[in-house]
């Protein structure tokens, strides 16, 4: 009897057993095709998100918890959830979240299949340059395991952003693809904002805008929606994702609390003033520069004569370090803690110059600036307008900006990537005050190759010049200075090859206005090329593109665009003397390609037994846009086939 009193009770858990691995199993079936048919979609990537969304709203602190978190003041909470599936085993899903004494990072939490997990790390770091770490400015990592093919992995973080002003930019992509992709932004009736689109054009987003109320508070809601948003793939010449990819700027105006408007940053104006709030308590005068300023400009008579002195030392005694300190990185250090430090930001050695200039007398002031690498101007009132400081001082009616950033900078000369970029001057409590940088390009950034060559059966002997100008230069120079004493001559030896082919021997160099920053630097070199001419069948082969400018750029089939981060500009000329007894067979065809934004020329000329070879490269502002890229991609595959031919002569 006992023995079937149980067998009901044992049938019943075999039953439940069963039908729980039953649904486990078909759970994992499931699973394990779905994430084979987005293998399908996504040959190439581990892992993509089918869901993420940004969510901005915002509120007013209720009570003093920090100097930030006050009652009456703005807070923007910034929500995020991100739906990741694994497209293969065992794939791990690394990110980080900035913050500052301005934003904190209020919660991140992982869930799979409706239950907390934890990641295999979470720490919380420092920005660091060269062994200085800065003061406000952290960043929250984490690592997860995204578990097996097919399986969902949820990511959701909070952050509060005590001061508008440092809202992050908003992407729609990522580095990995997303199936879809929401922002939403919930805008108060109190609160008075503007969202900057970019780059929204050849993007189909989808925007709506819809008047909502819960518990009693009504307010705008604004959703962008992008459905199948491709990875971010970045190649080494693409420029920066600003340009190409759409994204927003929320441009928080004004809010109302308790029957009070609180102004916030609407207009140039508004941004200028909290910029000059910023600097405007600065410390002129500290006895640790003044001495020296006084004891450089020492018998130095004549205002420019005065500034470069000062300009110089600054350049070739304080290093440039790239850190962000204070107030996320807009207030600068005072400047005598520069000069006794000898580093500082830019914003630092900018206060530094403007101090040294002040103590002999000349008035210089502090200039916002942003770079080429962002592509903002001051239509847009944002601290993402601006990512650099320089100073700038009048002489004379004309406007000389002092980039104490840039090594070997000649006074009245300017780097590429601040040439015809607006700036922001200091003005005291005066209008802004905004000012273009002229944006040239002449011989700037050229390098100019003269040769001439002796060939004989064996080998190729000449003797050469290199020209450089501007950045060109200061790149040289930059990398020369960063080689110890022993190295700097194969440096040179390598740079003038612009070859790795042991064939090539340059020897007796020549270096003439290393130490000038306002004269062109000049490369003397003898050089000595071996299988260079060959000799086949009664006909000798000539190769006589040595210096193969732009070979080795790597351009892919979807490349958008190409970034250069100087103007490019190559002109190589180089004359051949040929054995008197040769006869010319075959002269490869010239090539020339001009648009608005590159040319690419290069043709061979033969004559009185001299053959002289010509080649101009010119990339006109820095870069080329998508509307140019077909054109320079088929121009650059002929420039590479060019290279690649030889002239052949006969006996």
Not at 114 to 134: L, Q, S, V, W, Y
Not at 154 to 170: A, E, F, G, L
Not at 199 to 207: A, R, T, V
Not at 287 to 307: F, I, M, N, P, S
């Amino acid at each position: 009897m006992k023995l079937s009193c149980k067998q009901p009770l044992t049938l019943c858990i075999i039953l439940l057993f069963s039908a729980s691995l039953f649904a486990n199993n078909s759970k994992t079936a499931n699973r394990v095709a779905l994430g084979k048919q987005l293998q399908k979609v996504y040959p190439e990537e581990n892992f993509i998100a089918l869901n993420q969304s940004t969510h901005v709203h915002f509120g007013i602190g209720k009570k003093k918890q920090s100097e930030m978190d006050q009652d009456g003041k703005l807070q923007v909470v910034i929500t995020e959830k991100k739906d990741l599936i694994a497209l293969s085993d065992n794939q791990s899903y690394s990110d980080y979240q900035v913050y500052s004494l301005a934003t904190k990072i209020q919660s991140i939490f992982f869930s799979r299949n409706k239950a907390r997990i934890t990641p295999n790390e979470m720490t919380d770091n420092t920005f660091e340059n060269d062994g200085i770490f800065h003061s406000d400015y952290r960043y929250r990592q984490y690592s997860i395991n995204l578990g097996p093919l097919g399986e969902k992995t949820n990511i959701q973080s909070k952050k509060i952003v005590y001061d508008s002003k440092y809202i992050n930019r908003v992407f729609f992509h990522e580095n990995y693809s997303l199936k879809n992709r929401t922002i939403v932004v919930d805008v108060p009736k109190w609160m008075e904002i503007e969202i900057k689109e970019f780059n929204f054009g050849q993007f189909d987003i989808q925007k709506t805008s819809e008047v909502l109320s819960i518990n009693g508070k009504e307010f705008t809601r604004i959703t962008f929606r992008l459905n199948n948003a491709s990875k971010i793939d970045h190649k080494s010449y693409d420029r920066p994702k600003s340009f190409t990819f759409p994204h927003i700027i929320i441009l928080c105006k004004k809010y109302s609390h308790k029957g009070q408007d609180v102004q916030l940053i609407g207009s140039t104006e508004q941004l200028y003033k909290w910029y000059y709030s910023l600097v405007m308590d600065l410390e002129y005068g500290n006895e640790a520069y003044l001495k020296k300023a006084l004891e450089l400009t020492d018998g130095v008579t004549g205002e420019e004569a005065k500034v470069k002195t000062i300009y110089y030392w600054i350049q070739d005694n304080i290093r440039y370090i790239a850190f962000e300190n204070g107030l996320a990185g807009f207030r600068p250090i005072e400047a005598h803690e520069v000069f006794e430090n000898r580093y500082g930001d830019c914003k630092g050695m900018a206060n530094l110059c403007k101090a040294m200039l002040q103590v002999v007398g000349l008035k210089a002031n502090l200039t916002w600036i942003g770079t080429k690498s962002i592509p903002y101007d001051y239509s847009l009132p944002s601290v993402y307008v601006d990512n650099h400081m320089i100073c700038s001082i009048v002489l004379n009616g004309t406007t000389y900006f002092l980039d104490a950033t840039e090594k070997n900078q000649a006074i009245g000369k300017n780097a590429y990537r601040i040439r015809g970029r607006q700036v922001l001057v200091e003005n005291g409590t005066n209008a802004a005050l905004i000012k273009n940088i002229p944006d040239e390009f002449g011989q700037l950034d050229s390098k100019i190759v003269k040769n001439n060559f002796v060939v004989t059966p064996s080998l190729i002997n000449g003797r050469g010049e290199i020209t450089l100008h501007e950045d060109e230069k200061n790149n040289f120079l930059f990398g020369l200075a960063h080689k110890k004493q022993e190295y700097k001559n194969g440096y040179m030896a390598n740079y003038i090859s612009n070859s790795e082919d042991p064939g090539y021997k340059v020897s007796h160099i020549e270096c003439t206005n290393c130490e000038q920053r306002e004269k062109a630097l000049k490369l003397k070199a003898t050089y000595q090329l071996s299988r260079k001419v060959n000799e086949f069948d009664g006909e000798i082969y000539l190769e006589y593109a040595f210096d193969k400018d732009l070979h080795d750029l790597n351009i892919g089939h979807d490349q958008k665009e190409l970034e250069f981060h100087q103007y490019y500009h190559v002109l190589t000329s180089s004359e051949f003397q040929i054995p008197s007894d040769w006869k010319l067979k075959f002269l490869p065809k010239s090539i020339s390609v001009k648009t608005g934004e590159f040319e690419i020329h290069a043709k061979l000329e033969f004559k009185d037994h001299k053959l002289t070879y010509s080649k101009e490269i010119k990339i006109l502002q820095g870069y080329v846009s998508e509307a140019n890229i077909a054109a320079f991609m088929g121009a650059h595959k002929k420039l590479k086939e060019f290279y690649t031919n030889n002239v052949i002569f006969t006996k």
